[in-house]
């Protein structure tokens, strides 16, 4: 099978085929994930809190990104994949930049790198693929941005003047696609028409940028908080898990077989 290119999701916007991207973080994960066939699978520094349990996405270290991203490359066949460039890993030099998503790519094998920032970033961004490293930026109000304006359910807003600059700036460093988080679906509508690169929604980006994200623990309803109240349309995960381990252990407590009910 043949993966998702970068060219493929950029012709996308031309053609006016809505892009998908989820989220993945190991290995059976990104089978399931990969055989309804988004366009991109992003190994999101979110795997830190939903797979390894750190209390923030900052937490997660380059090492923890190349495991989840190995295993999520090894997992798919169809998506382009996306590792997350984790806090601190790019932000310091253009040289931490050019090496840490050298390594990311090499150690993984991924199609790309998504670090979080704006135009602050760009001349990283512009380094990373003069050398050959495909990047997906994110901006707005990220997770990373979030944490100084009290967070990504804060009211914070950032200036519409810099939120253009932001975009325009990414597009130009050689960003070949761009997330847009905690930005009006207004604004964001407005540059997805201004821009070249596709835009792709982030949280409260609304509907009309050219794809969407799913964050799969939220989307699909596999977070444990959500067993005894599902809020997701697509899957009760977390509950599907609970309710045939629950049924498990009921089973082997009441001594009834379990043997052929299984597999090995």
């Not at 989840?68 to 932000?91: C, E, K, N, W």
Request: aromatic letters at 4%.
């Amino acid at each position: 099978m043949t993966r998702v290119t970068v060219v493929d999701v950029q012709s996308m916007k031309a053609e006016k085929k809505k892009i998908v991207m989820m989220t993945a973080y190991y290995y059976e994960m990104a089978r399931a994930i990969d055989r309804a066939k988004p366009d991109m699978i992003l190994v999101g520094d979110s795997g830190g809190r939903f797979l390894l349990g750190h209390e923030d996405n900052n937490d997660v270290t380059l090492e923890e990104m190349i495991i989840m991203t190995r295993s999520v490359v090894r997992g798919s066949q169809h998506a382009l994949i996306i590792g997350d460039m984790p806090f601190m890993t790019y932000q310091v030099s253009v040289e931490d930049a050019i090496r840490n998503a050298g390594r990311l790519v090499k150690e993984t094998r991924c199609n790309a790198v998504k670090p979080e920032g704006g135009a602050e970033i760009a001349p990283h961004v512009e380094a990373m693929v003069k050398v050959g490293i495909p990047v997906l930026a994110h901006m707005g109000l990220t997770p990373m941005t979030s944490a100084a304006l009290g967070g990504m359910s804060s009211s914070a807003v950032l200036p519409e003047q810099k939120l253009w600059n932001d975009a325009r700036t990414l597009q130009e460093a050689g960003a070949f696609a761009v997330i847009l988080t905690g930005i009006s679906p207004d604004l964001a509508k407005r540059i997805t028409e201004d821009l070249r690169i596709p835009t792709i929604s982030g949280f409260g980006a609304g509907d009309d940028c050219d794809g969407d994200i799913g964050v799969s623990p939220g989307t699909l309803g596999w977070t444990a908080d959500q067993i005894e109240n599902p809020r997701s349309r697509y899957g009760p995960v977390a509950k599907t898990i609970y309710d045939g381990a629950l049924g498990f252990v009921t089973d082997v407590r009441e001594r009834k077989p379990t043997r052929s009910a299984r597999t090995p």
